[in-house]
């Protein structure tokens, strides 16, 4: 019996010593990573969540039609035959797209996985040529009414829409550097440019400081670098940066310590923060509690609608209608832990369509999904569920407004080889 005490004891001991140096290294990370309101914040949502704080009023509806999912070959597959009649399908897309922009006049520009240096150019629903070959793979791109905007190596490129020849206009901090596709760069009204950087880079124990905003009244000729959000606290990069025609504001979110929205209803004063005139930005949340730091952003017929980048924590679609009041709605399970990556607007005839994309790599099973909605996000419906630690979904196509293309693709890596296949979703 006493060896018996011993040995049950000796385990117990052993366990809780196990438990206290894996906890106490856990909470080191987060101290050292600059996440303690955050994990704060997700502890608070969590326990709301258990309590059923969020009831159906304060939860994204999602309709019971069964979504397509992905099997270990990457290939689309529908659950059920019922799951077969939705109303729209997929297509493989001729071109294996990475990024594929539609421009005002409906000119598509973007490249492929497979040849990520190269920038294709598609006129008239023609075969793509290729128009410009970088050193190294885009990272992203933005195309206005005059020019083209590359971002490859750390390096923002720009060419007339003219005579596509690029040179380099700005030096981002490093060559990881790049601005978020869909959400990083913005056209304000009066023809100013906005640029996030972004990147997520660990030297010496600590993040690079990359938030920089960065701006240009010379259509992309020239840029004013600020380093406001650096001033106040920010630690890592910019998330969005992002123009809402219909509340006539741009807003800009940060991270990663921080998590912050801001707003700028004046469309003056970039590089500081509201004075008593009201002119520059304006701190929407005080406390990470509040929200923000989002990593999405749409416009819609009735609002803005934000995506929120809380991986492993309760993820929100949050609502405003004039950009000081917002209404949020958490996610379910088993989607809930997954940030809301990207969103983008498709154009159905008279109709604007929302579609959402929820991503994380870590939560096991299905709990990844591609969704959309019809009526300005009151309503969603799960398109595609997929286990994101199998393979990745990404939106991979973006316009100067809504249209009515979409394109996404699905990538997994086989024996450390990446797969990728792009799809169009038709009618």
């Not at 240096?117 to 075969?127: C, I, S, Y």
């Not at 929120?308 to 009041?325: A, K």
Request: with cysteine.
């Amino acid at each position: 019996m006493q060896n018996l005490s011993t040995s049950f004891s000796s385990f117990y001991s052993g366990r809780l010593s196990q438990i206290l140096t894996q906890s106490g290294r856990f909470l080191w990370r987060v101290y050292r990573t600059g996440k303690t309101t955050e994990l704060l914040s997700f502890i608070g949502w969590e326990f709301l969540y258990k309590i059923k704080y969020y009831g159906p009023v304060k939860t994204i509806s999602l309709s019971d039609h069964p979504p397509l999912t992905i099997d270990a070959a990457g290939k689309l597959m529908y659950a059920s035959a019922s799951n077969a009649k939705q109303p729209y399908r997929v297509e493989a897309s001729r071109i294996d797209w990475k990024y594929r922009f539609t421009d005002s006049q409906g000119e598509v520009w973007g490249c492929e996985f497979r040849q990520n240096t190269k920038l294709l150019r598609v006129q008239d629903g023609q075969t793509p040529q290729t128009v410009w070959t970088f050193p190294v793979a885009i990272r992203s791109m933005h195309v206005t009414n005059e020019a083209i905007f590359v971002c490859a190596g750390g390096i923002l490129y720009r060419s007339p829409k003219v005579t596509t020849t690029f040179e380099p206009v700005l030096q981002l901090t490093t060559s990881e550097s790049y601005f978020l596709f869909n959400n990083g760069f913005t056209v304000m009204p009066d023809g100013t440019l906005l640029l996030g950087e972004y990147a997520s880079v660990w030297q010496n124990n600590r993040w690079v400081n990359l938030a920089y905003l960065y701006i240009s009244k010379t259509d992309g000729r020239s840029w004013e670098t600020s380093d406001f959000l650096q001033r106040q606290g920010v630690n890592k990069h910019i998330h969005l940066v992002k123009y809402s025609p219909l509340l006539n504001q741009v807003f800009m979110t940060d991270g990663d310590n921080k998590k912050q929205l801001w707003r700028n209803q004046t469309l003056t004063h970039y590089t500081q923060s509201a004075n008593r005139n009201r002119n520059g930005w304006h701190l929407t949340n005080r406390f990470h509690w509040q929200m923000g730091g989002y990593t999405s952003m749409l416009d819609h017929e009735q609002g803005v609608v934000f995506g929120t980048d809380y991986l492993g924590g309760t993820n929100f679609l949050v609502h405003t209608t004039d950009g000081r009041t917002f209404r949020k709605e958490v996610i379910p399970n088993p989607y809930r832990r997954s940030p809301v990556i990207n969103m983008v607007a498709r154009r159905v005839g008279t109709q604007t369509e929302l579609w959402a994309l929820l991503h994380n790599s870590v939560v096991p099973e299905k709990s990844c999904v591609l969704m959309y909605s019809q009526d300005n996000g009151k309503t969603w419906h799960r398109f595609i569920e997929y286990d994101g630690r199998q393979h990745e979904i990404q939106l991979v196509s973006s316009a100067s407004g809504a249209n009515g293309e979409l394109y996404f693709c699905i990538r997994q890596w086989v024996n450390g080889q990446e797969l990728s296949q792009t799809y169009r979703v038709t009618t």
